[in-house]
C-alpha cells in the first residue's frame, strides 16, 4: 500500500470525531489492503510500532526531531523553532517547509512497508552514536515524502500523531470490514484481542480467515492478556447479597498488581496493569518465581506489595511507587525498598489454561502450584457465608495492613473473563478522607524475633495502651519500622529488665510474641490511621462488637518516653477518641458516617 493514501486515510480521520464516521474511514481504509499490510497499519493508527506490551520506543526527543526537520527541508534550525512557535505542531511545521515533491529529484513513492521498516530502523539505533543514526535516518525518510506524509511522519516520532482512534473502534471496524458486524462477531474479536493484547494479531487473522482464524488466538507465555477486573460495592451485606450469600475473600493488598509469565525454560516476564513490561524492574521477583512454582510453564497473577523482611509488616504503596521506571540503581532499591508478590490467581498451570475453570478450582490448582517463599506467597483468604465472618475477616486484612478485601464468586460461571469488568469480582475497602494527626505513647509488652537483616534480634514490638477503668494494657499495634541499627542492637539490653516467662496478667491481646515483657518502657510512634482490629484489644467492642483498635503503618519516632511511666501512656479512652477524630470511619456492614 501507498504511503500517500494511509496518509490521505489520516486527514479524513483527523477531520471528524464522530464515532460512526471514523468507523466507515476505517472499513473502507482495512479493506484496501493485504492481510500482511494489516498489523503494521494498525500499529501506527495506534501511534506505536508494536504491541504496547512489547515496549517498543522511538527514542527521538523534540530537538532531534527539530534538527532533523531543519536538514531535511535545508532551513536553518533557527528557522524551524519560529515555525514550530507559531503553529505548536512540528508535523504542520514540516507540511509548510517542506517543498513538494514535484520540486524535488524524482522519487519512487513511499509505501506503508518502507516507513514502517524505516521507522523500526530508528527504534532500535542504540548505543553510541545512536542518536545520529536516528537523525540521518529520519532526515532521508522525509526527505522522501512530501510535504503530507511527513507531517504525519514527524507527528508519529513524536508520539503526537493525534487521530483519536482508540483500539475498541478498530475492534468494531475489524467485526464490520471481514465479518457481518453483528455483536457476536464484535464480541468474538474482543475476546480474542482480550487474549492477545495484540491488535495487529487479530486483524490479520480475521482478514485472512474470518471469524474462525480467531480460534488460533490463546493465552501464549510471553504475551500478556488484559486483566479481569472487578466492580465496587458500598458494604459487605451488599458484596454477599451479589453472591448469594457465599463467597470467596481475600486480602487486597495495597499493591502494584503483576502478571508474570514463567516460561519452561528462558527469562521470566512481568506485566503490569496496563500491560507494560516491568521485569527490570523486580529482578528479585524475576529470580524467585521458577523456585516458588512447582510446574512450568505458568502464568500467575498477584500483588507487588512493599514489605519490611525483617519483620515481615506489609508497608504503604507509596514505598513501591519508588520502584518504578527504575533503570538504574536497582540493587540499592531492592535494599531500601523491598517487596513480596502475592499470588492470587493462575491463568496457565503446567501447559494448561485455566481461564474457563470456576474460580475455586483456579485457586485449588494455585494452591497446588505455589510453594510460599521469602519473595512469593499465597493471598490470604477464606471463603464467607455470613456477614458477622465477612467483617471479621475485612479487619483482619486492614490490621495486616492491606487496604480491603476482595469477594470472588464462587458459582460455576466463575471463569476468567479477561478484560472485562463485572461482579463476578468486587472490591471493598474502607476510605479515609484524613491521615491520623498525632502521635501515640505505647507501652513495650513483647518482642518478635527478626528474619533477614535482623536475624538473631529483635525485629519488631508488640505495644499497648492504658486501660484505666479496667487498670490494664490493650495492644493496638506492632511496630518494627523506624528503628536504626544502633537501636536494634541496644534494645535486648535495654528491654532484659523487664522480661517474664508468661503474658502478664495486665495485658490484653490475642497475639503470641516471642518474649513478653512487664508493662514498663514507653516510646512514640505514628502511623498512617486508626482502624477496627480482631486481634487487638484495644477499647475492645466499644466502635463494633469483637473488635479493637489498631494503628496501621505504625512506625516508632525514635523518641523513647522515658519521662513516662506505663500508666502515663496514650489511654485506650484517647485512642478512641483519636480514632473519632477521623473524618470518617466504617460503621457495621461497611457503611460510613461523619464523626460528630
Given amino acids: 500500500m501507498r504511503f500517500a493514501d494511509l496518509v490521505a486515510g489520516y486527514d479524513r480521520l483527523e477531520a471528524t470525531s464522530k464515532r460512526l464516521e471514523v468507523r466507515a474511514i476505517l472499513v473502507e481504509l482495512l479493506k484496501q489492503v493485504t492481510p500482511s499490510e494489516l498489523p503494521p497499519i494498525v500499529y501506527l493508527m495506534q501511534g506505536e510500532l508494536r504491541p504496547e506490551f512489547e515496549g517498543v520506543e522511538l527514542g527521538v526527543a523534540d530537538s532531534l526531531a527539530a534538527r532533523a526537520v531543519a536538514q531535511a527541508t535545508g532551513r536553518p534550525e533557527s528557522a524551524v523553532a519560529e515555525s514550530l512557535r507559531r503553529t505548536g505542531d512540528l508535523g504542520t511545521t514540516v507540511e509548510e517547509l517542506l517543498p513538494s515533491r514535484s520540486s524535488r529529484l524524482a522519487a519512487e513513492p513511499l509505501t506503508v512497508h518502507e516507513v514502517y521498516s524505516e521507522l523500526?530502523?530508528?527504534?532500535?539505533?542504540?548505543?553510541?552514536?545512536?542518536?545520529?543514526?536516528?537523525?540521518?535516518?529520519?532526515?532521508?525518510?522525509?526527505?522522501?515524502?512530501?510535504?503530507?506524509?511527513?507531517?504525519?511522519?514527524?507527528?508519529?516520532?513524536?508520539?503526537?500523531?493525534?487521530?483519536?482512534?482508540?483500539?475498541?473502534?478498530?475492534?468494531?471496524?475489524?467485526?464490520?470490514?471481514?465479518?457481518?458486524?453483528?455483536?457476536?462477531?464484535?464480541?468474538?474479536?474482543?475476546?480474542?484481542?482480550?487474549l492477545s493484547s495484540d491488535l495487529g494479531l487479530v486483524a490479520e487473522a480475521t482478514a485472512r480467515h474470518g471469524l474462525d482464524g480467531l480460534r488460533s488466538i490463546g493465552l501464549e507465555v510471553g504475551r500478556p492478556l488484559r486483566p479481569m477486573l472487578a466492580e465496587r460495592s458500598p458494604d459487605l451485606a451488599d458484596v454477599l447479597k451479589r453472591m448469594e450469600g457465599r463467597a470467596a475473600l481475600e486480602y487486597k493488598y495495597d499493591g502494584l498488581r503483576v502478571q508474570a509469565h514463567v516460561p519452561a525454560k528462558g527469562p521470566v516476564k512481568l506485566f503490569s496493569r496496563r500491560l507494560e513490561e516491568i521485569s527490570g524492574q523486580f529482578p528479585e521477583l524475576v529470580a524467585a518465581l521458577p523456585e516458588a512454582l512447582r510446574r512450568r510453564p505458568a502464568v500467575v497473577e498477584g500483588e507487588c506489595v512493599p514489605v519490611d523482611l525483617d519483620t515481615d509488616e506489609l508497608r504503604p504503596f507509596q514505598e513501591v511507587s519508588r520502584r518504578r521506571g527504575r533503570k538504574y540503581d536497582l540493587e540499592r532499591m531492592q535494599s531500601e525498598v523491598p517487596v513480596r508478590l502475592f499470588l492470587f490467581d493462575v491463568l496457565l498451570d503446567g501447559r494448561e489454561t485455566t481461564l474457563e475453570l470456576p474460580f475455586p478450582e483456579r485457586r485449588r490448582r494455585l494452591e497446588a502450584l505455589v510453594q510460599n517463599t521469602d519473595r512469593v506467597r499465597l493471598a490470604v483468604q477464606t471463603t464467607v457465608s455470613d456477614l458477622p465472618s465477612a467483617e471479621r475477616f475485612f479487619e483482619e486484612a486492614i490490621a495486616a495492613g492491606c487496604e480491603g478485601v476482595m469477594a470472588k464468586s464462587l458459582a460455576e460461571g466463575s471463569r476468567y473473563r479477561a478484560g472485562a469488568r463485572g461482579f463476578w469480582w468486587i472490591k471493598y475497602k474502607r476510605e479515609?478522607?484524613?491521615?491520623?494527626?498525632?502521635?501515640?505513647?505505647?507501652?513495650?509488652?513483647?518482642?518478635?524475633?527478626?528474619?533477614?537483616?535482623?536475624?538473631?534480634?529483635?525485629?519488631?514490638?508488640?505495644?499497648?495502651?492504658?486501660?484505666?477503668?479496667?487498670?490494664?494494657?490493650?495492644?493496638?499495634?506492632?511496630?518494627?519500622?523506624?528503628?536504626?541499627?544502633?537501636?536494634?542492637?541496644?534494645?535486648?539490653?535495654?528491654?532484659?529488665?523487664?522480661?517474664?516467662?508468661?503474658?502478664?496478667?495486665?495485658?490484653?491481646?490475642?497475639?503470641?510474641?516471642?518474649?513478653?515483657?512487664?508493662?514498663?518502657?514507653?516510646?512514640?510512634?505514628?502511623?498512617?490511621?486508626?482502624?477496627?482490629?480482631?486481634?487487638?484489644?484495644?477499647?475492645f467492642g466499644a466502635v463494633r462488637p469483637g473488635a479493637g483498635l489498631a494503628l496501621r503503618f505504625p512506625r516508632f519516632t525514635g523518641r523513647w518516653r522515658d519521662d513516662k511511666g506505663p500508666g502515663e501512656a496514650t489511654t485506650s479512652a484517647e485512642l478512641l477518641s483519636l480514632y473519632r477524630s477521623q473524618v470518617r470511619h466504617v460503621t457495621k456492614g461497611g457503611a460510613t458516617e461523619p464523626e460528630t
Fill in 432 to 539: 479515609y478522607t484524613h491521615a491520623l494527626a498525632d502521635s501515640v505513647d505505647g507501652v513495650v509488652v513483647g518482642a518478635f524475633y527478626g528474619h533477614g537483616r535482623r536475624g538473631g534480634r529483635y525485629g519488631a514490638l508488640l505495644l499497648a495502651v492504658y486501660d484505666r477503668a479496667a487498670d490494664r494494657f490493650e495492644t493496638f499495634c506492632k511496630v518494627g519500622s523506624g528503628f536504626d541499627d544502633a537501636t536494634l542492637a541496644e534494645l535486648p539490653a535495654k528491654l532484659r529488665p523487664y522480661e517474664v516467662a508468661e503474658r502478664p496478667e495486665s495485658v490484653a491481646t490475642e497475639l503470641a510474641p516471642d518474649v513478653w515483657f512487664r508493662p514498663a518502657v514507653v516510646l512514640e510512634v505514628r502511623g498512617a490511621e486508626l482502624t477496627l482490629s480482631p486481634i487487638h484489644r484495644a477499647s
Fill in 120 to 194: 523500526q530502523r530508528i527504534a532500535a539505533a542504540s548505543g553510541e552514536g545512536s542518536q545520529e543514526t536516528k537523525v540521518h535516518t529520519l532526515v532521508e525518510l522525509i526527505a522522501r515524502a512530501s510535504p503530507a506524509e511527513a507531517k504525519y511522519i514527524a507527528r508519529f516520532v513524536l508520539g503526537k500523531l493525534r487521530l483519536g482512534v482508540r483500539e475498541m473502534t478498530v475492534l468494531d471496524a475489524l467485526s464490520v470490514a471481514f465479518a457481518d458486524g453483528s455483536k457476536e462477531a464484535r464480541g468474538r474479536i474482543e475476546a480474542a484481542f482480550n
